[in-house]
């Protein structure tokens, strides 16, 4: 079985178009309907884990990503391979500085709509619809997300990971890829020319 996980603010419909289109779409919690409640990503990650086939694929986007690479963690015995796009260990100091991230949870707080458009625009070019989003239970997963630091749980990863990057990726970046493509032992890394955080999603290693 295929499963995908989304990136914030985002849900299951940024599959459309791409190679897992067709895969089973699992939705963060605060992002329409989801399955799941927790707002802790190792918590969440605990969820999925439980709720995912034995010998699955999890295809993981950003934030979701990050979930992905704490059930393969956790859960070796229900994870064939990782495939990862845009990924990134450690958000705050890797991706991006602390002082930025920070600021942005400040934005968001003060205006929750107007921090996820600003957060969108910075994703992409492109247009992808806005789901139904609780401020609330966004905003819990977003600092979760930001207080994650994996980097020194990569080497336990024991499956495949394919990570998939865009050039021009601005929430992310080229160095949340390479670092985990550094720290998993059997990783390949791609990078796409001219594809953006969102964008990367049409292409497959």
């Given amino acids: 079985m295929i499963?995908?996980?989304?990136?914030?603010?985002?849900?299951?419909?940024?599959?459309?178009?791409?190679?897992?289109?067709?895969?089973?779409?699992?939705?963060?919690?605060?992002?329409?309907?989801?399955?799941?409640?927790?707002?802790?990503?190792?918590?969440?990650?605990?969820?999925?884990?439980?709720?995912?086939?034995?010998?699955?694929?999890?295809?993981g986007w950003s934030l979701g990503a990050t979930v992905s690479i704490l059930v393969a963690l956790n859960y070796p015995e229900k994870v064939r391979e990782l495939i990862l796009?845009?990924?990134?260990?450690?958000?705050?100091?890797?991706?991006?500085?602390?002082?930025?991230?920070?600021?942005?949870?400040?934005?968001?707080?003060?205006d929750f709509y107007e921090?996820?458009?600003?957060?969108?625009?910075?994703?992409?070019?492109?247009?992808?619809?806005?789901?139904?989003?609780?401020p609330k239970a966004c905003t819990e997963l977003l600092e979760s997300f930001t207080e994650i630091d994996c980097t020194e749980e990569l080497w336990k990863l024991k499956v495949p990971v394919k990570v998939i990057v865009g050039e021009d990726d601005a929430i992310t970046g080229l160095i949340g890829a390479y670092s985990v493509f550094k720290g998993a032992p059997l990783s390949q890394l791609k990078v796409i020319p001219k594809a953006d955080h969102l964008t990367v999603l049409k292409y497959a290693i």
Avoid: C, M
């Fill in 115 to 134: 921090g996820v458009e600003f957060f969108r625009e910075l994703s992409s070019t492109k247009n992808a619809p806005l789901p139904q989003l609780n």
């Fill in 3 to 59: 499963y995908t996980l989304h990136g914030w603010s985002y849900d299951g419909r940024v599959w459309k178009g791409t190679p897992f289109e067709r895969a089973v779409h699992l939705g963060l919690p605060g992002h329409g309907e989801s399955p799941f409640n927790s707002t802790d990503l190792r918590e969440l990650a605990a969820e999925v884990g439980e709720s995912i086939e034995e010998g699955s694929t999890l295809v």
């Fill in 85 to 110: 796009y845009a990924p990134t260990p450690s958000f705050t100091g890797t991706s991006q500085p602390e002082a930025v991230v920070r600021r942005f949870l400040r934005r968001l707080k003060r």
